[in-house]
């Protein structure tokens, strides 16, 4: 079984700062590309960033220039560092990771249960 538990979500005024973690745990090999999401109430689920195994990342347009992700492979954690929040990056962030399992031969991707981030103006 693997499991991804994320933390750090909350409440900030804009222009606050909030660090979201997720941790990977289980019976992993590998971890590849790690990423976040969000999806706010009627939209869509978004990408906001990934981050490859080899620290390689991207970003949603959006959110360019005010946030960072990061990770820490021998913690099998990813990080998003949300600096110059706006309200409309409320949503609820999830992250995701491609994982190889002991004894599975092929990677799958799994979800963490969201957090929530609430920006208010």
């Known amino acids: 079984q693997v499991q991804l538990v994320e933390s750090g979500g909350g409440l900030v005024q804009a222009g606050g700062s909030l660090r979201l973690s997720c941790a990977a745990s289980?019976?992993?090999?590998?971890?590849?590309?790690m990423g976040w999401y969000r999806q706010a109430p009627g939209n869509q689920r978004e990408l906001v960033a990934v981050?490859?195994?080899?620290?390689?990342?991207n970003y949603a347009d959006s959110v360019k220039g005010r946030f960072t992700i990061s990770r820490d492979n021998a913690k099998n954690t990813v990080y998003l560092q949300m600096n110059s929040l706006k309200p409309e990056d409320t949503a609820v962030y999830y992250c995701?990771?491609?994982?190889?399992?002991?004894?599975?031969?092929?990677?799958?991707?799994?979800w963490g249960q969201g957090t929530q981030v609430t920006v208010s103006s």
């Open positions: 289980g019976s992993i090999v590998n971890i590849g590309d």
């Open positions: 981050i490859s195994s080899a620290g390689s990342s």
């Open positions: 995701q990771s491609a994982i190889w399992r002991i004894g599975v031969k092929s990677g799958y991707v799994y």
